[in-house]
């Protein structure tokens, strides 16, 4: 009969669009979340606490900085490497405090997690900068030996340690210190009061340490810090993104006058633990200046600039996609720029948002919904909506990589095995073709090339090798997307 039939067109309309809800749904993103934020405590160096939840770590470094009297215990060691190195460290302390300065009401169940790897951080840069103002520590361990070694990061004996002085100075690292400090004296404000002053007036004295010796560290230490972390963006972006930091986290309106004395014009379609100045923009743009009526549209212009840098359908961009959809900046550890990029776009669309406002790259008007939706897609890309259906996060989704470059989880933890590994005899575990004996989980490698190819190989660093910085930059996106679209 008729009805009959409109019954069972009925059931099959209600069963096709089942499907389809359930062919579309969104990547767990608060599961990313977790994970992305417990990666950290497989990077620690120093102590490690009862509640590590990474059990095949143990105490390393412990009599780090012992060489000169001081104490550098803790930090993060900042790839798949046993090095110390205090600017992407800085840099990865900041972005983890941003992500809970923005976000942090969207994740009130990982908030102290995230505030805990804030703090190893921080702990860290406090003892880093001890003798301010006449050195800063800025490295601990030769990363040129390191290179030559495959071995666990709790079998490495003490290591050389490294400082810029006024005579061998290190704005940029200076400068990224003084803002990780003043980004999380913000964090700690309210639940940490007397931390959060310690925080500020170390900021104060590393900044003014970075502006008053004026050098570049890839001068000054470029034997050990050049290739693996040179600054080629110079120190100018560290000043400006430490200002910002400090007026911030004081209100102190002779850091925007700073801002205004720098005069920077240059734009960059980057934003990494090397170039600021994006981060930076976006960072002031929220903050009016008295003296200057015009300076808060010239840096919301400016922040603009690099969002149409980075939109595919922007007449002005100038960053490539893959086919499967992923931007993509450079062929080294990729990842990072993809991240952080798309922390300033989930940022932005927020400050756009309090301010209903739109801004337009040539005829194209782009508005807080098109950011987030192309934030979105980077997010979606990473924990495995791609051509290969390879989740880039470790330990998410049914497949991901299985031969990270990361000496700890390749080889066998001093937990099962306690007898020292030596330099070379760990390369046996290097060379194996058996997948990781540990799980770094939560760890955001550096991902696929320009053809969605990845190959899942411990010797390929450029795209298998994690870091703390790509990740810190994912943690607010995470946070973000996982409230909205939470089951």
């Given at each position: 009969?008729?009805?009959?039939?409109?019954?069972?067109?009925?059931?099959?309309?209600?069963?096709?669009?089942?499907?389809?809800?359930?062919?579309?749904?969104?990547?767990?993103?608060?599961?990313?979340?977790?994970?992305?934020?417990?990666?950290?405590?497989?990077?620690?160096?120093?102590?490690?606490?009862?509640?590590?939840?990474?059990?095949?770590?143990?105490?390393?470094?412990?009599?780090?900085?012992?060489?000169?009297?001081?104490?550098?215990?803790?930090?993060?060691?900042?790839?798949?490497?046993?090095?110390?190195?205090?600017?992407?460290?800085?840099?990865?302390?900041?972005?983890?405090?941003?992500?809970?300065?923005?976000?942090?009401?969207?994740?009130?169940?990982?908030?102290?997690?995230?505030?805990?790897?804030?703090?190893?951080?921080?702990?860290?840069?406090?003892?880093?900068?001890?003798?301010?103002?006449?050195?800063?520590?800025?490295?601990?361990?030769?990363?040129?030996?390191?290179?030559?070694?495959?071995?666990?990061?709790?079998?490495?004996?003490?290591?050389?340690?490294?400082?810029?002085?006024?005579?061998?100075?290190?704005?940029?690292?200076?400068?990224?210190?003084?803002?990780?400090?003043?980004?999380?004296?913000?964090?700690?404000?309210?639940?940490?009061?007397?931390?959060?002053?310690?925080?500020?007036?170390?900021?104060?004295?590393?900044?003014?340490?970075?502006?008053?010796?004026?050098?570049?560290?890839?001068?000054?230490?470029?034997?050990?810090?050049?290739?693996?972390?040179?600054?080629?963006?110079?120190?100018?972006d560290e000043l400006l993104w430490a200002a910002g930091w400090l007026y911030k986290a004081t209100r102190n309106s002779s850091y925007l006058d700073y801002i205004q004395s720098l005069n920077i014009e240059d734009d960059s379609d980057v934003f990494s633990w090397d170039n600021k100045l994006a981060g930076a923009r976006v960072l002031?743009?929220?903050?009016?200046?008295?003296?200057?009526?015009?300076?808060?549209?010239?840096?919301?212009?400016?922040?603009?600039?690099?969002?149409?840098?980075?939109?595919?359908?922007?007449?002005?961009?100038?960053?490539?996609?893959?086919?499967?959809?992923?931007?993509?900046?450079?062929?080294?550890?990729?990842?990072?720029?993809?991240?952080?990029?798309?922390?300033?776009?989930?940022?932005?669309?927020k400050y756009l948002q309090s301010s209903d406002g739109t801004f337009k790259c040539g005829d194209l008007v782009v508005t807080r919904t098109l950011l987030r939706e192309q934030a979105k897609k980077q997010v979606d890309y990473i924990l495995g909506d791609n051509p290969s259906g390879m989740s880039y996060m470790v330990g998410f989704?049914?497949?991901?990589?299985?031969?990270?470059?990361?000496?700890?989880?390749?080889?066998?933890?001093?937990?099962?095995?306690?007898?020292?590994?030596?330099?070379?005899?760990?390369?046996?575990?290097?060379?194996?073709?058996?997948?990781?004996?540990?799980?770094?989980?939560?760890?955001?490698?550096?991902?696929?090339?320009?053809?969605?190819?990845?190959?899942?190989?411990?010797?390929?660093?450029?795209?298998?090798?994690?870091?703390?910085?790509?990740?810190?930059?994912?943690?607010?996106?995470?946070?973000?997307?996982?409230?909205?679209?939470?089951?």
């Amino acid at each position: 009969m008729m009805w009959e039939r409109v019954a069972v067109v009925g059931i099959l309309i209600w069963c096709l669009a089942v499907v389809c809800v359930a062919t579309s749904s969104h990547p767990d993103y608060h599961d990313a979340l977790v994970k992305s934020i417990i990666f950290f405590e497989g990077q620690r160096s120093g102590k490690i606490p009862s509640n590590q939840t990474i059990t095949w770590r143990s105490d390393a470094g412990l009599t780090d900085g012992k060489t000169e009297n001081v104490d550098l215990t803790g930090g993060y060691y900042d790839a798949g490497d046993n090095v110390k190195f205090g600017l992407p460290m800085a840099f990865t302390t900041t972005m983890l405090s941003w992500s809970v300065l923005e976000f942090g009401k969207r994740m009130p169940k990982e908030v102290d997690r995230a505030r805990e790897a804030v703090r190893w951080g921080v702990d860290y840069l406090l003892k880093a900068s001890c003798q301010l103002p006449n050195a800063l520590y800025v490295q601990v361990g030769d990363a040129n030996a390191d290179h030559k070694c495959w071995q666990r990061a709790e079998d490495i004996n003490t290591q050389p340690i490294f400082k810029v002085t006024p005579k061998n100075p290190g704005s940029e690292v200076a400068g990224e210190t003084a803002a990780a400090l003043a980004a999380a004296s913000v964090v700690f404000r309210t639940i940490d009061p007397q931390y959060s002053k310690t925080l500020v007036a170390t900021a104060e004295k590393a900044f003014e340490f970075a502006d008053k010796y004026r050098g570049n560290y890839s001068d000054s230490l470029a034997s050990v810090v050049c290739p693996f972390y040179c600054s080629y963006s110079g120190y100018k972006d560290e000043l400006l993104w430490a200002a910002g930091w400090l007026y911030k986290a004081t209100r102190n309106s002779s850091y925007l006058d700073y801002i205004q004395s720098l005069n920077i014009e240059d734009d960059s379609d980057v934003f990494s633990w090397d170039n600021k100045l994006a981060g930076a923009r976006v960072l002031l743009s929220r903050y009016p200046h008295d003296k200057d009526p015009n300076a808060l549209q010239k840096t919301r212009e400016k922040a603009e600039r690099f969002m149409c840098s980075v939109l595919p359908n922007s007449p002005s961009a100038t960053v490539r996609y893959t086919p499967g959809g992923l931007m993509y900046k450079l062929n080294g550890s990729n990842l990072q720029y993809v991240t952080s990029s798309t922390f300033l776009l989930t940022t932005y669309a927020k400050y756009l948002q309090s301010s209903d406002g739109t801004f337009k790259c040539g005829d194209l008007v782009v508005t807080r919904t098109l950011l987030r939706e192309q934030a979105k897609k980077q997010v979606d890309y990473i924990l495995g909506d791609n051509p290969s259906g390879m989740s880039y996060m470790v330990g998410f989704g049914n497949r991901f990589p299985q031969n990270i470059h990361h000496r700890g989880s390749s080889l066998p933890s001093i937990q099962l095995s306690s007898e020292k590994i030596g330099c070379e005899s760990g390369f046996d575990s290097f060379k194996s073709t058996n997948p990781n004996p540990n799980i770094l989980t939560g760890a955001i490698v550096g991902g696929p090339d320009l053809d969605d190819s990845f190959l899942d190989d411990r010797n390929n660093y450029a795209q298998s090798e994690p870091a703390t910085y790509i990740n810190a930059a994912l943690v607010g996106p995470l946070a973000y997307f996982a409230d909205r679209f939470h089951p």
